[in-house]
């Protein structure tokens, strides 16, 4: 007796799980009789699967990019000390299987898995994980910039070279599977930050032999190391090739945990909503991220399978106070108030998307209920912008084109929208449109002219310093602020036990933040993206933990 081939039932069309695998069941059957004696070895089955991204990465060093397309690679190839669990979102076992806290929080000891090499033969073990925590505590300003766009900076606030305002206090190899990570102030969500791709632990010998910390190199107009373009993990794909408009990996077939049925792995970037719907359709593609509202009604009218995320990211307006007449708090204000985010988020976001006041979402301790943000108020906002020291001067208003984020889908609609409104209540309002690909986060991030800009935060683990603390944790040129105070609060906030002081700290922070306006949050934006009826599960994450080993797909038809 054989088992049918009855045909699949349709996929899931629209999910949204804080944390939730997607799963779609088919029947299964046993086949009746004897199990032959002898079988000869079964060739893997060459599977390839395609992927469609809004923009180009940016690079391939981890610890040196913080975008979510470099990211969406890196997860593929390298892994850390520890990831996310999909069903609770806690710290969970990656390349170390247990852990401990010691010293009341100022060290955390862990037991390294046995048996795992990087993809180049290295062995990973103690002096791998320290090799790379020291490299990046090590980073000069000539690499890192002023390291507000790395990771490591943002959860350890500083550099060797600013040893006395760091929190990272070594790494000791106390033997060959054990290492022991100093703090010299306690961190509340430390292992909840090790889950950061920014954490990968990458080979020493590829590191050394890639002249990782020499950036010689570009890559989407972006200055990256050799390594920077070829990284080597212990992950369940080893890097391939990567060229503008697409990135190609191949099955690691060493990898000690779960290999997954995919032996090529593709991205391919498809700036153009339409053009991601087109290549979907024609089987080009196996899915996509993001979807925009313009093509989420098509996706299911097709029959295509369209899976929501949590919202878990926040798009905002940023102002920055190194133009002189930004430092104006009235006209800060006027900004906010002039800023139809009921409007922007009805039309430019996928439905259900909310507006809100503040930067900490509301699944996260510290969301405070009470604070609303400035209000739309036109006539409040002329009044506001009439009574300060604005007269007249352009303000150059830089956003991204070419790209989809998944905080921030259709950028030039959003940006032509709060321009209009900037404009109508008087302010001057140059447009400096960048492609994506060709430096925007580099112009926006660093020392320049941009008075206002598209940005947005993706999430990547449950802690509200993760919201806070990258933004308004400590002076960076994208807002140009300089507010000693507020870093002093977010600095005991983070360092605080989990319990009602440190919510009340979070709600404090939020508070100073609507009305000091380093920063306007519009959305808390729902993301989405599309899959083919080839897919059986996608490993759907909120905050983008989604490697590709766990992706499930339908067995080929028999030809």
Known sequence: MTCPAGRLPKALRLAAAMSAVVLLAVTGCTMPGPAPTTAPPLLPVQTTFTFGTGADPLGFDPALVSDTESYRVTRQVLEGLLTIDPVTGAPAPSLATEWEELDGGLSYRFTLRPDVNFHDGTEFNAAAVCRNFERWYSFTPAMRGDGSSTMFKQVFRAFKDDAKNSNYDGCTADGPLEVTIGLKMRLTGFLQALTLPAFAISSPAALKAGTADVLDQ??????????????????????????????????????????????????????????????????????????????????????????????????????????????????????????????????????GTAPTGQFIPPKLSGFNNAVAGIPYDKAKAKSLLDASSYAGEELKFYYPTNAARTYLPQPEKVYAQIAKELTSIGFNIKPVPIPWSDGYVTAVTGDGDHALSLMGWNGSYADPDNFVGPLFGSPNAELGMDDPQLVSKITRARSMPNGPDRDAAYDSINKQLAETVPAVPIAFPISALALSDRVLSYPLSPVLNEVFNQVKLAPEPAG
């Open 218 to 351: 570009t890559f989407s107009a972006n200055k990256v190391s050799k390594y920077g373009l070829h990284p080597v993990g212990t992950g369940p794909f080893t890097f391939t090739e990567a060229a503008p408009g697409g990135v190609t990996m191949t099955a690691n077939p060493d990898y000690w945990g779960e290999k997954g049925t995919i032996t090529t792995l593709k991205f391919r970037t498809f700036e153009q909503p339409e053009t991601r719907f087109a290549a979907l359709e024609d089987g080009t593609l196996d899915g996509f991220d993001p979807v925009t509202p313009g093509n989420y009604d098509l996706l299911i009218k097709n029959g295509k399978q369209v899976l929501q995320r949590d919202p878990f990211s926040v798009m905002y307006l940023g102002i920055n106070q190194a133009i002189p007449v930004l430092q104006d708090l009235k006209v800060r204000q006027a900004i906010a108030s002039a800023v139809d985010k009921a409007t922007l988020t009805g039309n430019y976001f996928i439905a």
